[in-house]
């Protein structure tokens, strides 16, 4: 796992479109289908891993950069400049509707497992994107992803959380030894599914 320090407009397109174009299970849907259109869905995704670039979160893993993945710390945050620019970076993307929208589903799902935690003074390792590209994907860069964020949570004894939105991602992370924690229910088609790794849990 390599730590990225740039990444070009392609490249950043590639990682937006492997989540976009993500075909989910009938009767589930990714919480950014509230936004309506696949290409504002790229727009918000591209802007949030440009954040997450400047950020110094995003890592690359395999030789050919495979797969990426943004690792945050509870007790760390995103420098203030960026903080504060967000909001209307996310608003230039989207459009303020479809920004409120996304807005107050989050807020109708309750806190996030990350924010219970931060909330109970508790600190860990957020996992917060994680992409394998399409030409790569089944060929287990995920778990080779994943092996390396637990080594990182054994050496610093602090747990790992992640959300994903659907039932068959969810059991992938199961099999790679995280807990289903809660689930937070939007509509009957969305929900984010709550996971976590305890250090020492798979060994």
């Not at 990682?15 to 936004?35: N, P, T």
């Not at 110094?56 to 893993?61: A, D, E, K, L, T």
């Not at 420098?79 to 589903?105: E, N």
Request: proline residues 2%; aromatic residues 10%; glycine residues 6%.
């Amino acid at each position: 796992m390599k730590k990225v320090a740039a990444l070009n407009g392609s490249a950043i397109r590639e990682i937006a479109e492997a989540y976009a174009d993500y075909r989910f299970r009938s009767g589930e849907k990714s919480i950014f289908s509230v936004f309506g259109s696949r290409d504002k869905i790229l727009r918000y995704l591209e802007m949030s891993i440009r954040t997450a670039l400047k950020s110094g979160w995003i890592y690359s893993v395999g030789d050919n950069r495979e797969a990426y993945i943004a690792i945050s710390y509870s007790d760390s945050h995103p420098p203030l400049h960026i903080m504060l620019s967000f909001p209307f970076r996310a608003m230039k993307a989207v459009g303020i509707r479809s920004l409120y929208d996304l807005s107050q589903l989050l807020k109708n799902g309750g806190l996030s497992l990350a924010d219970r935690m931060k909330k109970n003074g508790e600190k860990f390792l957020s996992v917060e994107m994680l992409c394998v590209r399409k030409e790569y994907q089944g060929k287990g860069y995920m778990r080779m992803a994943m092996e390396e964020v637990f080594s990182l949570a054994d050496e610093k004894r602090l747990p790992v959380v992640l959300e994903t939105d659907e039932t068959l991602k969810a059991d992938k992370y199961r099999h790679l030894g995280m807990q289903l924690e809660g689930v937070r229910r939007f509509t009957h088609e969305i929900a984010l599914y709550e996971m976590v790794y305890r250090p020492g849990s798979i060994l």
